[in-house]
């Protein structure tokens, strides 16, 4: 009856797009309109203070990976969502309710919300893909994760809420819990633990044709890894570096962007259109990195999305304002990096190591990435302030995109130690 309803999985993704973009969207991006645009006239702080809430977003969201995973084996993907969303309600409703000091803005918002963002998108989204699919495992996963691309649009809709009526920023976080509230229900009808659990099998697949070679077999691994012996290869942890460099001249764009092109010239129309061409950068690159992984070796095209920085980062630095096009293209190609290797950083730990150890993996991989790449925008601010402008912090980006290439290069798919006695005694013999 299972196989007569058709392969759930591509269904399963349609929920993964919709649990992202409103657990990434409403909280983070709509969050950024309300705390920006009307919470600071009312609890009075300094851009510094606010800044400091974002950044204790992006840390816990890496910090409360590794619990995550934990979560995702123990309790499952289904509870951890739910799990997550309740801690985004619960900080979005003490925000409406009672928040009335930098202090407590700090706290719900830069602990409580970056915790639930981390329980709600990008572990359990990226294990589910990593369980449903193995030959269709990198465009799922692409087009998964892309929905954070999207989540922008959440925050110029919660902001014309916001100002219909009367800049009441407190009406805005009852709008972000009620939003993820939705979300748990999607979690809780919408969201499988695995194809086993409907009497499926991985991308849909007869059990009768799994064993036929396929052009996956040379990319992925049939062999079930733990996690102690993932962390026991190098390649593990060259794919780690690979993703903190990939991942830190990314977050010196954002922080940095409008500054460089207000610097340059660019007017304020057009630095917004600089803005939207990041975003669009951003699905292309997820979108186009997850459908090569499942044509091409790992490595090919990562180091190929990595290189992609290059241009990116020159065009950042020879922009003017006599030649927005330089820009857009520079925010385009940038973005497109960032997403070509944020969905081969997901895809590769899960064609190297098999979904039983995945979600560990790259809850470890989260963490180390997101603590090692989140000082981008401060040593990239400083440089700038040293050197007087932008571009020995773009050519650092460079640096790290070489260092993360080189990484990538070097890790090659490790064998189980099963496989490699067996090749020495056959050799042998």
Request: net charge positive; with cysteine; charged share 10%.
């Amino acid at each position: 009856m299972a196989a007569e309803r058709g392969f759930y999985g591509w269904k399963l993704v349609a929920a993964l797009f919709s649990l992202d973009f409103i657990n990434m969207g409403f909280p983070y991006f709509g969050g950024s309109v309300i705390v920006n645009g009307y919470m600071s006239h009312e609890i009075a702080m300094s851009a510094a203070r606010r800044g400091a809430g974002f950044t204790l977003v992006n840390l816990f969201v890496g910090l409360g990976s590794w619990v995550v995973a934990k979560s995702v084996v123990k309790y499952g993907l289904r509870a951890t969502f739910m799990m997550g969303s309740a801690v985004l309600c619960a900080g979005s409703l003490f925000l409406a309710i009672f928040a009335s000091t930098s202090s407590e803005y700090l706290i719900a918002f830069g602990v409580v919300i970056g915790t639930g963002i981390s329980f709600a998108t990008l572990v359990p989204a990226s294990t589910a893909v990593a369980r449903w699919f193995r030959r269709y495992r990198g465009r799922a996963m692409g087009i998964a994760l892309s929905a954070s691309g999207f989540a922008g649009l959440a925050a110029p809709l919660l902001g014309r809420v916001i100002r219909a009526n009367g800049g009441n920023w407190r009406l805005g976080w009852y709008i972000v819990a009620s939003a993820v509230v939705v979300s748990a229900l999607i979690a809780f009808l919408f969201v499988k633990e695995s194809p086993e659990s409907l009497g499926q099998h991985a991308d849909g697949i007869p059990e009768s044709e799994q064993s036929q070679p396929s052009r996956t077999d040379a990319l992925a691994t049939k062999h079930d890894w733990t996690a102690s012996q993932a962390y026991a290869t190098s390649a593990f942890w060259l794919i780690a570096i690979g993703s903190i460099t990939a991942t830190f001249p990314f977050f010196f764009f954002v922080a940095h962007w409008t500054r460089r092109l207000a610097g340059a010239g660019i007017s304020a129309g057009q630095t917004e259109w600089a803005l939207s061409c990041l975003t669009i950068g951003t699905l292309v690159g997820r979108w186009l990195g997850g459908w090569l992984m499942d044509l091409l070796n790992a490595r090919v095209t990562f180091v190929t999305g990595m290189c992609v920085y290059f241009v990116g980062s020159y065009l950042a630095i020879i922009v003017q304002a006599d030649a927005p096009w330089v820009a857009y293209v520079a925010a385009l190609l940038n973005g497109m990096a960032y997403g070509w290797a944020f969905s081969c950083v997901g895809t590769m730990t899960a064609h190297y190591f098999g979904p039983q150890a995945f979600p560990k993996l790259y809850g470890m991989m989260t963490l180390l990435t997101s603590c090692l790449a989140s000082p981008a925008g401060a040593v990239g601010g400083k440089i700038a302030d040293y050197y007087g402008g932008y571009a020995r912090a773009f050519e650092l980006d460079c640096v790290m995109a070489a260092i993360g290439i080189i990484a990538v290069a070097l890790a090659v798919m490790p064998k189980p130690r099963d496989e490699i006695g067996a090749a020495a005694v056959a050799h042998a013999a």
